[in-house]
């Protein structure tokens, strides 16, 4: 165990809980990362915003749905709650410097059948400033499907880890995390040098029943560059 964090949110003290999964790429699974009064506050800021999601593979946006099925809607800024947010998110994981900054919030919503296949959160393309953390945070689970794979990281033996990765999935290869109201899953998309992490590559599996959604925390830092 990780440890046991408080954090100040406007109007109420938040506390959660966190394990760190795996130590290389860095996976930290979070339980009660989001309250479920934030939870309803950030679906109803969001209402109504709803647009198709899009990939980027090119610089370019278009939708592409042999690779991602699903809607997104951008989380306003300028509210107290989503601060508080942003606030807990950028001091779970330290300070990495003047350069640093999350990038505006995201609401998703998967529909049935709605996935995003296997991704990373890095642009390859970059050389200066990139995407360097991710926080997936499930903002429901009444439906199926719909859990967070990593196919290239290896499923633990220790069953007391089936409380939140799938232990009997044989469909998928790797780990697929279980999505569960208000926890969140977090990792690192470089190794401590800054290159870029191969394994970290994931997908948000299809959903069979239900709706799906979520919630993207992305980190930046201005000041990271490609090592050569």
């Not at 429901?140 to 499923?155: A, E, H």
């Given at each position: 165990m990780l440890g046991l964090f408080s954090q100040t949110t406007a109007p109420e003290v938040h506390k959660y809980e966190v394990q760190i999964f795996s130590r290389d790429p860095l996976i930290l699974h979070i339980s009660g990362f989001m309250s479920h009064s934030e939870i309803e506050h950030v679906l109803k800021i969001t209402d109504g915003k709803w647009e198709t999601s899009k990939i980027y593979p090119n610089g370019e946006a278009y939708v592409d749905t042999d690779v991602r099925i699903s809607e997104m809607a951008p989380v306003p800024r300028k509210d107290p709650i989503t601060r508080g947010i942003v606030k807990r998110a950028k001091t779970l994981q330290g300070w990495r410097g003047n350069?640093?900054?999350?990038?505006?919030?995201?609401?998703?919503?998967?529909?049935?059948?709605?996935?995003?296949?296997?991704?990373?959160?890095?642009?390859?393309?970059?050389?200066?400033?990139?995407?360097?953390?991710?926080?997936?945070?499930?903002?429901?689970?009444?439906?199926?499907?719909?859990?967070?794979?990593?196919?290239?990281?290896?499923?633990?033996?220790?069953?007391?880890?089936?409380?939140?990765?799938?232990?009997?999935?044989?469909?998928?290869?790797?780990?697929?995390?279980?999505?569960?109201?208000?926890?969140?899953?977090?990792?690192?998309?470089?190794?401590?040098?800054?290159?870029?992490?191969?394994?970290?590559?994931?997908?948000?599996?299809?959903?069979?029943?239900?709706?799906?959604?979520?919630?993207?925390?992305?980190?930046?830092?201005?000041?990271?560059?490609?090592?050569?």
């Open positions: 350069g640093t900054f999350i990038e505006q919030m995201k609401a998703q919503r998967y529909s049935v059948n709605g996935f995003f296949a296997w991704h990373e959160d890095y642009d390859g393309r970059m050389d200066i400033g990139n995407r360097v953390t991710t926080f997936m945070v499930y903002l429901n689970d009444d439906f199926t499907g719909g859990g967070t794979n990593f196919p290239l990281i290896q499923r633990p033996a220790d069953k007391r880890w089936c409380r939140v990765v799938e232990c009997e999935d044989t469909e998928y290869p790797g780990v697929t995390f279980k999505p569960k109201k208000g926890s969140a899953v977090f990792w690192e998309n470089m190794y401590p040098n800054g290159s870029f992490h191969p394994d970290v590559r994931h997908a948000s599996l299809p959903v069979t029943s239900g709706e799906k959604l979520g919630l993207n925390i992305f980190g930046w830092d201005k000041n990271w560059i490609l090592p050569h």
